[in-house]
């Protein structure tokens, strides 16, 4: 059974933009799959139908062998439990710790007047600085998040999205913040979890030269279709230019 299907899905927001389009796709365990496309394309739209976080219009979304797809209240929370998520702009607390950003990542196990007062189980704390050990940053624990770098903060992130144990973790242009060196190290990270932990991500992502590194399949969407489904290496530059346009001039991120 794939982790993850999709079928037929398409969104049209209430202002009539059509984001998606009949899309349908397949994720099988342990993918680390990338979504591209231009600005504008439907990859933001479509990670958030698959956590819900948005309605779809139509389709389905198939996980782990359960229709998700109109699902509410505690079966809602307990399908967003099983999917981690990370965004481009990291989204920390900055006034708070890094090991408290981390801990906030088991709210769901934790009520929130314990997480109000600061008081975790032990075995959380030792599972957020086990994380924090995961993306090389656990001597940065009682830091205050905001004294951070980019890539510091973004690792920071992953860690808190690794609380929740995920069967998915889903990163919305993870890297389209940081210079290109921290980018490669955010990915690496993303690709450690993919590879030693089990975890199935989903990544939007803009450079095509971090897909061909990290990726094991892509899509391309353009406005809101898929148009290429396949491995990295088989992105040819006619492929680049249907995907991208004619104009397009793909820019490399060493
Ligand atoms: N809340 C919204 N209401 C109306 N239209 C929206 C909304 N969010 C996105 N759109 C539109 O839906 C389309 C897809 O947007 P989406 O954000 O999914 O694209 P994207 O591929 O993530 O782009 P980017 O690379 O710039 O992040 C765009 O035309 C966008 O303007
Ligand atoms: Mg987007």
Same mark, same amino acid.
């Given at each position: 059974m794939a982790l993850l299907e999709i079928n037929a899905l398409s969104k049209v927001y209430p202002n009539g933009t059509q984001a998606l389009r009949s899309v349908s796709f397949t994720v099988e365990r342990g993918e680390f799959l990338a979504v591209i496309g231009l600005s504008g394309s439907g990859k933001s739209t479509l990670l958030r139908c698959i956590n819900r976080l948005i309605e779809? #219009?139509? +389709?389905?979304?198939?996980?782990?062998?359960?229709?998700? #797809?109109?699902?509410? +209240?505690?079966?809602? *929370? *307990?399908?967003?439990?099983?999917? +981690?998520?990370?965004?481009q702009q990291f989204n920390l607390i900055g006034r708070y710790s890094v090991l408290q950003n981390v801990l906030m990542g088991a709210l769901g196990s934790v009520t929130t007047l314990d997480s109000i007062l600061g008081r975790y189980r032990p075995e959380l704390h030792t599972m957020a600085l086990r994380n924090l050990e995961i993306v090389g940053i656990a001597d940065k624990a009682h830091v205050r998040a905001d004294s951070l770098s980019g890539g510091q903060q973004q690792r920071v992130a992953i860690a808190r999205a690794l609380m929740q144990e995920p069967k998915l973790l889903l990163a919305d242009e993870p890297v389209a913040s940081l210079d290109p060196a921290t980018s490669h190290g955010v990915m690496r990270y993303l690709?450690?979890?993919n590879r030693q932990l089990g975890c199935t991500i989903i990544c939007n992502l803009h450079f095509l030269s971090l897909v061909r590194e990290y990726a094991s399949r892509v899509i391309a969407l353009k406005y809101g279709q898929i148009v290429f489904e396949g491995s990295p290496a088989e992105i040819t530059d006619d492929w680049f230019r249907h995907i991208y346009g004619d104009e397009a001039v793909e820019v490399e991120i060493r």
């Open positions: 779809p #219009t139509s +389709g389905s979304i198939v996980f782990d062998g359960a229709d998700v #797809t109109h699902i509410k +209240g505690d079966a809602l *929370r *307990r399908y967003r439990q099983q999917i +981690g998520m990370i965004f690709g450690y979890i």
